[in-house]
């Protein structure tokens, strides 16, 4: 038995993160040095200037921003920097277990090959697990403010990779662009042997993540927050023991959460939702996987039992096999024992 406070126990307890965007992590340091060597302008002056930028409305003001920097990213070796640069956070963080987003079509779109933007991932990803332990899984997101036929030629272009991504997911703009647009590639991608996840019920409602359950078919939901509005897609979400990756920073740096005392992860887990904690876009959103716990635990009271059910979800919703889940659990209920 020891007595940790509640910050350490979050900060060495072992987790997964299930939502995060790889080009969301793209530190200004990073940004900056990566636009030097590629001899690209930027309309920034200094590190601190492109922090006071991030300050967003809502999503939209956000994905401005987020585009813009990622524009910066053109060769193999700056996407494998982007990477390892998370997984070292990562590491620091315990985090033993990441499932990454990635957005092909913000590098497509703009001339870079596709094998660049993945070779790179997951060259990093692979001296994650060797030399820093951390085992992942790829998550290939389409832009839902581009066509559904942009989605279908990502996918085709993604099939010689399929070795590589375990599943497809949906972001960008979502108001206006409901799920049920991309219900072809979808379905085309699970025929293909791919997992299914959304964003949804982030900024749209909950007829959103209704869709996005009922068209896709998808294997877990990110976001989710505004499925609370309609009990029955609650206690289908709960029956079903479908997983939401909730987001807290984002939540309130784009404003779908007004203060951290009114987000709703306490009682997503009281109505026995299975939710987990996560980081989104770190560098824009001021922090990392373990601030996210902080800032929930601090406004919410969350106890340490609540945080070990938080890190078992966050295992549990994985998508490794089952008996590596069952492995991780262990460990988390282990650490639990000895630190409660
Ligand atoms: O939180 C998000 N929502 C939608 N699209 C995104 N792309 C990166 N982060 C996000
Ligand atoms: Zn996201």
Redesign the pocket.
């Known amino acids: 038995m020891s007595n940790l406070s509640i910050h350490d126990f979050i900060r060495q307890i072992p987790k997964a993160e299930l939502?995060l965007?790889i080009?969301?992590t793209f530190e200004p340091e990073l940004m900056f040095a990566i636009a030097q060597r590629n001899k690209v302008a930027i309309p920034y002056s200094s590190v601190e200037e492109v922090r006071k930028a991030y300050q967003f409305g809502n999503?939209q003001d956000?994905?401005d921003i987020?585009y813009a920097g990622a524009a910066v990213l053109q060769k193999e070796q700056d996407f494998y920097d982007l990477t390892m640069a998370y997984l070292l956070k990562a590491k620091e963080e315990n985090i033993v277990h990441t499932e990454i987003?990635f957005?092909p079509q913000t590098h497509t779109e703009r001339g870079i090959a596709f094998n660049t933007v993945i070779t790179g991932i997951h060259k990093a990803l692979l001296d994650g697990e060797n030399k820093l332990g951390i085992t992942s899984k790829l998550i290939l997101?389409f832009l839902?403010h581009l066509s559904e036929e942009s989605a279908l030629k990502t996918l085709e272009q993604a099939l010689p990779y399929k070795e590589w991504i375990t599943a497809v997911g949906l972001?960008?703009?979502?108001v206006g662009n409901p799920p049920s647009k991309f219900q072809k590639v979808f379905e085309k991608a699970a025929e293909k042997g791919f997992l299914g996840v959304a964003?949804a019920g982030?900024?749209g409602n909950a007829e959103y993540v209704k869709e996005a359950l009922n068209a896709l078919k998808i294997d877990r939901i990110?976001?989710g927050n505004r499925s609370l509005e309609d009990p029955n897609l609650v206690k289908e979400i709960v029956d079903r023991k479908l997983a939401l990756t909730v987001?807290p920073l984002?939540n309130l740096k784009?404003q779908v959460v007004k203060s951290p005392d009114l987000h709703p992860l306490k009682k997503m887990l009281e109505l026995g939702m299975m939710a987990t904690v996560n980081s989104?876009?770190p560098a824009y959103f001021g922090g990392y996987l373990n601030a996210n716990f902080i800032v929930m635990t601090d406004a919410l009271g969350l106890s340490k039992e609540e945080i070990t059910l938080l890190a078992k979800n966050s295992f549990a919703a994985s998508f490794l096999p089952e008996d590596e889940k069952e492995e991780k659990i262990a460990e988390v209920e282990n650490f639990y024992n000895k630190n409660n």
Do not use: A
């Not at 972001?171 to 979502?174: G, I, K, T």
């Open positions: 939502h965007h080009e969301g999503l956000f994905l987020y987003f957005d997101c839902r972001d960008s703009s979502e964003h982030e900024e990110d976001h987001c984002s784009l989104d876009d």
